[in-house]
């Protein structure tokens, strides 16, 4: 039995809510004014057979847990604490190797902080620094851009940094285990003699962590014969470069507010943006874009900028690196990233990915010192990728050949079946079709073919696998697949706003699936959380159950009608129940002579008109 389950088996609702309002038996119930809303009549009725509680009045319900969320305005791991506490269950703590494991990241960041303070220290006084300071200012760097970056500087030694986070309580061992020290490989024993400094003379840019909490450093060269010119920490217990966006912690809330990131390439890329204005702006950590990274940006806005350097090299990279995205998100997670404008779920899930090609030989905070405003035309203009690519392909084959049509053809088709938006994607093929010189549509009907051929496939890897999911649980099944395709919840709410119905909401989960909602939807509002900071340990191992399960590679349609049908089920089930209860309500008040049972039968008849509706958004 998990925690959640033994706290409500151990403590009654009825007594709990009783404490915080008053409550009057009323047959088999109990009622009293909603504490949620303003009311002289009680519309508010706690269940005790059920455990659960129901306004009539504002429709709040839920169980335990949903009551002292809302009424003590906790998020869910504070509220499991306090019935925990009251229940006298013990939360299961961490095992040994858990703390082990914290204890030892704890001291990595500090001692990474620690390195950040000395940094920031020698850059902003040290004599050693000035011409760090001047290479700064001749780049545009404010104070205060460098303050808000924590920019450092790394003297010219061998053993300075060693030296001074010694004297801070930090061994040899912890120094190399956060990348700060190079251990030679002659001498692996942690002896003082064996290790050097891995940063020197160098411009010092803390790489942080979603929370802010520096991992890692990034170090710019500042001798010009030195190489590389860029040089990052080593991959540690904290830093993997491909999970790691620089700037993002800066970032996030600027992204939501614009929805859209643009995605340059450097430390530079992101810090002269910022100092600018432009605060929505990400760098990739010298990788192409990965799975990580997409599924970090993807909880804050749809619409990607790419920053790109028009040098061949520059293209290509970009375009190797959303190649190799979308191989491991379709090995991972079923969906489809490509160069293509397009990101999602077999590809079909749009995300406005587009193109912005800076100037020859220009990076982007070059752009801004110079001219803002162009920067903000680029952006404003650019392309989406979709054209971009098909742009590349014209330069890379001979659209003059028969050849060199059928391969711009054949590299094209799996793009253009990839975009949902009908009118869109007809749009393109009358695009790539005259600029070949073909005939629009033949294009269509051979991308036609490829689509219903697609769809036969799907249909014989959908149909086992429906008959398995009828019997299991309807709220997992519509929580496993939105946590797993997060952005179906938008087309779904849309479906169902078309029924003139409401958006899915934590109404249509109970108990503890409904807690899983509200931290699901938490992590969407606040970015730098996860599942372990909401849940408790066996309700995070469910969750990840759900997400890893293998599903069938089904179109969007599918799973978008798939959740629809089941949240109207579930709807339909508590219509079903709440008729049930009012209807005994009224039973009851008409046995006692009790006049006041009148509302509930207005109450009844509203619940079974909003049955009928959602009988007939089924049926259809």
């Known amino acids: 039995m998990g925690a959640v389950d033994e706290v409500k088996e151990r403590l009654d609702i009825t007594e709990y809510i009783g404490r915080h309002i008053q409550l009057q038996k009323s047959g088999r119930y109990f009622k009293g004014l909603c504490p949620f809303h303003t009311e002289k009549t009680p519309s508010f009725f706690v269940f005790p057979d059920r455990q659960s509680w129901h306004c009539f009045g504002c429709n709040k319900g839920g169980d335990l847990f949903n009551f002292v969320m809302e009424f003590e305005g906790l998020d869910f791991r504070s509220a499991l604490e306090e019935l925990a506490r009251r229940a006298g269950v013990e939360l299961k703590p961490l095992t040994p190797e858990e703390v082990e494991a914290e204890t030892e990241a704890e001291r990595l960041r500090g001692l990474l902080n620690a390195a950040t303070e000395y940094y920031h220290t020698l850059l902003l006084t040290a004599p050693q620094a000035a011409h760090a300071r001047e290479y700064l200012k001749r780049r545009g760097f404010t104070r205060e851009t460098l303050d808000t970056f924590r920019l450092g500087y790394s003297l010219e030694s061998w053993d300075a940094a ?5 004297g801070k309580g930090y061994s040899v061992a912890e120094q190399v285990q956060a990348g700060m020290l190079v251990q030679k490989e002659e001498n692996p024993d942690g002896d003082l003699r064996g290790t050097y400094d891995r940063f020197r003379d160098r411009i010092m840019i803390p790489i942080c962590d979603r929370r802010g909490q520096v991992i890692a450093f990034g170090g710019r060269v500042l001798n010009p014969e030195a190489q590389p010119k860029y040089m990052n920490s080593p991959q540690t217990l904290l830093f993997d470069k491909s999970k790691v966006l620089f700037g993002y912690h800066l970032a996030s809330q600027a992204i939501r507010n614009a929805d859209a990131v643009v995605i340059a390439k450097g430390y530079m890329d992101v810090m002269i943006p910022y100092q600018a204005g432009y605060q929505n702006v990400v760098a990739p950590m010298g990788t192409a874009l990965t799975e990580a990274h997409l599924k970090q940006l993807q909880r804050l806005t749809q619409r990607f900028i790419l ?59 070059e752009l801004i010192l110079k001219d803002s405003q162009r920067w903000e035309t680029l952006l404003t203009q650019s392309q989406p990728i979709v054209r971009f690519y098909f742009q590349q392909l014209l330069k890379q084959e001979n659209p003059n050949e028969p050849k060199g049509k059928a391969r711009i053809v054949d590299a094209m088709l799996p793009l253009l079946a990839d975009i949902a938006n009908g009118v869109e994607r007809e749009a393109y093929v009358q695009e790539v079709a005259l600029r070949l010189n073909l005939d629009a549509r033949a294009l269509l009907d051979r991308l036609r073919a490829r689509e219903r051929a697609q769809a036969v496939r799907q249909q014989a890897a959908i149909a086992a696998p429906e008959r398995a999911r009828r019997a299991a649980d309807m709220q997992a099944h519509a929580l496993g697949i939105l946590m797993r395709y997060p952005d179906l919840l938008a087309q ?26 509200s931290a699901w939807l938490e992590m969407g509002e606040q970015p730098e959380l996860e599942l372990e900071d909401l849940l408790p340990p066996d309700l995070v191992a469910q969750v990840h159950q759900w997400i890893t399960m293998l599903l069938p590679e089904m179109p969007p349609e599918q799973l978008q009608r798939d959740i629809a049908r089941t949240i109207l089920r579930l709807r339909e089930k508590r219509l079903r129940e709440i008729l049930g209860e009012t209807q005994n309500l009224i039973a009851e008040a008409q046995i006692e002579g009790d006049l006041r049972g009148a509302p509930y039968i207005e109450t009844l008849l509203d619940l079974s008109e909003a049955l009928r509706h959602i009988q007939l958004a089924l049926a259809r």
């Open 307 to 365: 920053a790109l350097d028009p040098d061949a090299a520059g293209v290509h990279g970009t375009l190797q690196g959303l190649e190799t995205a979308r191989a491991t998100l379709e090995r991972e997670w079923s969906p489809v990233f490509d160069p293509r404008g397009l990101v999602g779920y077999e590809g079909r899930l749009k995300a406005d990915i587009r193109v912005a090609v800076l100037p020859d030989g220009v990076d982007p905070d």
């Open 162 to 166: 060693r030296t001074y986070l010694t």
């Open 492 to 517: 779904v709410d849309a479906q169902l706003q078309t029924e003139n119905l409401e958006r899915v909401n934590e109404e249509d989960f109970s108990s503890t699936y409904r807690l899983i909602w």
